[in-house]
T-cell receptor, first 114, second 112 residues
Framework: GAGVSQSPRYKVAKRGQDVALRCDPI?????LFWYQQALGQGPEFLTY????????KSGLPSDRFFAERPEGSVSTLKIQRTQQEDSAVYLC????????????FGSGTRLTVV | GESVGLHLPTLSVQEGDNSIINCAYS??????FIWYKQESGKGPQFIID?????DKRQGQRVTVLLNKTVKHLSLQIAATQPGDSAVYFC???????????FGAGTTVTVRA
């Protein structure tokens, strides 16, 4: 596609509920990143995929967070037993060669845990 | 209008004036820097980048200056327009890394 697509745009979850956030990167982009952006803050790195391989998950806040990209294209970020502190915008980005033009970000999924 | 000091969260500028947004970075190993613009409800949008072997780079209405001695980055926007109202983030990447580290951002508001 022309850009990075994320769905849903908004998600309200009750505390304790599991959620799944989807990212469709730009076609052909090898690298895929997930970032978390709290209100009024800059994005914070969560995890990085190169094709289907998750090469870095050092930014995932807890073992309740899980990401996958099984076929090297679409990625899903799953949060189990959501808590209020998980409320944030979750951004997905993809790149062909990130040192040429950074990443292309999607519009994000705003997760609100009530 | 100019954000002074290390970082000022907000900048109000008159339409048509030039804007200067400042950013301090902390990692001496950072060698690639990007400015992003983020409008409400959207993801960060690439504006301009610069590598550490350069001091200045110009784009359309934007200029990025890099001072490695004091680890300072600035973004200059010429003839600021209402559509420039957004949050601006500087981001850095170290030579052996693929992760971007973002600053807290500066909110720019353009007055008509």
């Amino acid at each position: 596609g022309a850009g990075v697509s994320q769905s849903p745009r908004y998600k309200v979850a009750k505390r304790g509920q599991d959620v799944a956030l989807r990212c469709d990167p730009i076609s052909g982009h090898v690298s895929l990143f997930w970032y978390q952006q709290a209100l009024g803050q800059g994005p914070e790195f969560l995890t990085y995929f190169q094709n289907e391989a998750q090469l870095d998950k050092s930014g995932l806040p807890s073992d309740r967070f899980f990401a996958e990209r099984p076929e090297g294209s679409v990625s899903t970020l799953k949060i189990q037993r959501t808590q209020q502190e998980d409320s944030a915008v979750y951004l997905c980005a993809s790149s062909l060669t990130f040192r040429d033009s950074g990443y292309t970000f999607g519009s994000g999924t705003r997760l609100t845990v009530v | 209008g100019e954000s002074v000091g290390l970082h000022l969260p907000t900048l109000s500028v008159q339409e048509g004036d030039n804007s200067i947004i400042n950013c301090a970075y902390s990692n001496s190993a950072s060698d690639y820097f990007i400015w992003y613009k983020q409008e409400s409800g959207k993801g960060p949008q690439f504006i301009i980048d610069i590598r550490s072997n350069m001091d200045k780079r110009q784009g359309q209405r934007v200029t990025v200056l890099l001072n490695k001695t004091v680890k300072h980055l600035s973004l200059q926007i010429a003839a600021t327009q209402p559509g420039d109202s957004a949050v601006y983030f500087c981001a850095e990447m170290a030579g052996n890394d693929y992760k971007l580290s973002f600053g807290a951002g500066t909110t720019v508001t353009v007055r008509a």
